[in-house]
């Protein structure tokens, strides 16, 4: 059975730092993993899809690099600003199934 | 078309009442899935359609939940005899296929009294 975790749980930074959020996923057959960002009472809103293939996906400030025989994954989010405060959730989509496997989030603050 | 649309936004039920949500996936996408979400914690995979095919459904899926999808547009998700641990953000989300991006609505908050 797949397993996501990812650490930290909580993060608080200030403006304009340069921060890193982690996932690790238990089981490397793999289709592909996909960061979300949700704000309080809302629904996810993708930010990045990475194949099993690639090695790295960009978009704007954020970055998120695939290391599938590890089983890991990290989100780069390039000089912070408030309005990236929401919780970010990383999922696998495993080769065995169609349902996608969640962390369970970290909530980042970035305070101005 | 605007992106995966979910409705209602919010519903409270009363403990042992039957309730129903909608979930309209972006046109081309073929693909549907239901998701539960509790307070703190990732969203839990409920069932998966490939058009009008029920295809995977998760033992969270209970004799009490059911859910549809006539034709392979829009679905239901129908929660019978609801309890207080129904209480969840129920999120829906399609994808044209295995490999690409899901994308997700803005879910249904059920609050069980």
């Known amino acids: 059975k797949q397993e996501v975790t990812q650490i930290p749980a909580a993060l608080s930074v200030p403006e304009g730092e340069n921060l890193v959020l982690n996932c690790s996923f238990t089981d490397s057959a793999i289709y592909n993993l996909q960061w979300f960002r949700q704000d309080p009472g809302k629904g996810l809103t993708s930010l990045l899809l990475?194949?099993?293939?690639?090695r790295e996906q960009t978009s704007g400030r954020l970055n998120a690099s695939l290391d599938k025989s590890s089983g890991r994954s990290t989100l780069y989010i390039a000089a912070s600003q408030p309005g990236d405060s929401a919780t970010y959730l990383c999922?696998?989509?495993?080769?065995?199934?169609?349902?996608?496997?969640f962390g369970e989030g970290t909530q980042l603050t970035v305070n101005p | 078309d605007t992106g995966v649309s979910q409705d209602p936004r919010h519903k409270i039920t009363k403990r042992g009442q039957n309730v129903t949500f909608r979930c309209d996936p972006i046109?081309?996408?073929?693909?549907l899935y239901w998701y539960r979400q509790t307070l703190g914690q990732g969203p839990e995979f409920l069932t998966y359609?490939?058009?009008?095919?029920?295809?995977?459904k998760s033992r969270l899926l209970s004799d009490r939940f059911s859910a549809e999808r006539p034709k392979g547009s829009f679905s239901t998700l129908e929660i019978q005899r609801t309890e207080q641990g129904d209480s969840a953000m129920y999120l829906c989300?399609?994808?044209?296929?295995?490999?690409?991006?899901?994308?997700f609505g803005q879910g249904t908050r059920l609050t069980v009294v």
């Open positions: 046109s081309e996408h073929n693909r």
């Open positions: 999922a696998v989509k495993g080769t065995s199934g169609s349902r996608l496997t």
């Open positions: 989300a399609s994808s044209t296929n295995m490999n690409t991006e899901a994308f």
């Open positions: 359609f490939q058009n009008e095919a029920q295809l995977e």
């Open positions: 990475i194949q099993s293939s690639q």
